[in-house]
């Protein structure tokens, strides 16, 4: 099992982004309200996938909310041969330590989020109805469960799709107009 470090060690070290690789395993969204200083965004479910973004010298820090999810990842890396820590506490005891944090002026819920909340809203609302209107009603939860199900299996979720067509879902660009410097805006 990898070795731990806990904040007041990792604080400590000079500047702790050059002496360890700092690697944050939460979602972008997670990561988004708030990092460590210095550390990089790897998703835990992409951590396999990215193993090369961790071919560096030093040793590895995996971060994540509270400690969990970074145990889990660095059981994934042991076999690679990688040198591990973990995060006592994630980012929780960082902050609860009074220590600063990184975090996007704008952020958003992930898709995989809006997808849950939606399809739990989804099931929640038809059982309703089905128990105080009509019966009928249940057949949009079971609608609702193979989608889930579709998604589970072929790794396309059309509610997901759907909702990334949504104005808040849409990417920023910066747009530059035809002179140079005259007409630069931000579009959201």
């Known amino acids: 099992m990898a ?19 700092l690697v944050d395993v939460r979602s972008p969204s997670e990561f988004a ?14 951590i396999e996938a990215r193993i090369r973004d961790l071919d560096r010298d030093g040793p590895i820090v995996l971060v994540c909310q509270s400690g969990k999810r970074a145990r889990m ?27 600063s944090t990184v975090a996007s002026l704008r952020t958003r819920w992930s898709l995989e989020r809006q997808t849950r909340l939606g399809a739990g809203l ?25 989608g889930l199900t579709f998604a589970g299996l072929t790794d396309i979720c059309p509610m997901a799709l759907l909702l990334g067509l949504l104005p808040w879902n849409r990417s920023s660009h910066c747009a530059v107009g035809p002179q140079e410097g005259a007409g630069e805006k931000c579009i959201s």
């Open 73 to 99: 990842v660095a059981g994934l890396l042991e076999p690679c041969g990688k040198d591990l820590l973990m995060l006592e506490g994630g980012t929780s005891a960082w902050v609860k330590a009074g220590h």
């Open 122 to 146: 989804l099931v929640l609302t038809s059982v309703t109805l089905a128990l105080t209107a009509s019966f009928t009603w249940i057949y949009l939860a079971g609608f609702v469960g193979l």
């Open 33 to 46: 309200t708030g990092h460590i200083p210095g550390a990089v965004n790897i998703p835990m479910d992409q």
């Open 3 to 21: 070795a731990s470090i806990n904040v007041s060690e990792l604080a400590d070290s000079k500047d702790p982004s050059n002496r360890f690789h």
